[in-house]
């Protein structure tokens, strides 16, 4: 087999399951450490692949979206929040971080609950369910994510105790989930660390970025519920961490 050949292969590896190593490239073609460090040389001049130390994974920088421009009408999304506000049980304590994904599912809530949020718009698909309590954060509004944020927010979350905390994925990696602000990592850490149960939802989309600030780790989480399998890179995060995955096809 050619260089060339096996780098479509890798390639196509990579894209599938998140990254290959040094050690699969030599045991899977027989070739030297020396000809497999030089396709990862040739690998990482490939757009969306990054080599790291012993391998390659897929380039993961890639920014967020601001709030205006994220679809809140995705028949994916509303499907995967349908699903998590379906775990809701009645009498439970949930926060629900803000994102359109977050208002999605305070939209899908229809049992009496206390529900607790730093999003206007997840109070605002709550404001006419008079069996739901609501209590809304306060702090500085953030006009990039729609979402109240700061100390003054942290140090109210740290006042209550949820059965769940449905935390907003704005990129998911290896590392666990990555924000664009330092406030926004720490809102979902305070509210993780107060709740029973961590749930994160998110589209195939998320899977393998990254972003600037770390927020909760893969210890932090309970479940992911999402559309489709994840690389094999990110199952094997999930398996060592006992994470539950939930898939919701269609």
């Not at 790291?52 to 994974?57: E, L, M, T, W």
């Not at 994916?76 to 049980?89: F, H, I, M, N, T």
Request: charged share 25%.
């Amino acid at each position: 087999m050619t260089q060339d050949e096996r780098l479509i292969e890798l390639e196509a590896r990579i894209h599938s399951q998140g990254k290959v190593t040094l050690e699969d490239i030599c045991q899977q073609y027989q070739i030297s450490y020396d000809s497999a460090r030089r396709d990862l040389v040739k690998l990482a001049k490939r757009p969306g692949i990054l080599r790291i130390r012993g391998g390659a994974i897929l380039d993961e920088k890639k920014a967020s979206l601001p709030y205006s421009e994220r679809a809140e009408s995705d028949p994916v999304k509303q499907k995967l929040a349908a699903y998590g506000a379906s775990l809701v049980e009645e009498h439970d304590i949930v926060f629900i971080d803000a994102g359109t994904t977050g208002a999605l599912l305070a939209g899908c809530l229809n049992v009496p609950v206390s529900v607790i949020t730093n999003s206007l718009e997840s109070l605002s698909q709550l404001s006419s369910k008079t069996e739901i309590r609501k209590c809304v954060l306060g702090g500085m509004f953030d006009d990039f994510s729609h979402a109240v944020l700061g100390d003054v927010t942290i140090e109210q979350i740290k006042k209550y105790q949820a059965n769940r905390a449905f935390i907003g994925v704005s990129a998911l990696s290896e590392s666990g989930i990555t924000t664009d602000t330092e406030m926004d990592a720490n809102l979902k850490v305070a509210m993780a660390q107060q709740s029973k149960q961590v749930i994160c939802i998110t589209t195939e989309k998320k899977f393998n970025t990254q972003l600037m600030f770390q927020s909760c780790s893969w210890s932090d989480i309970d479940c992911v519920i999402t559309n489709q399998r994840p690389p094999e890179n990110i199952v094997s995060q999930l398996e060592r961490y006992d994470v539950e995955l939930m898939i919701v096809e269609g």
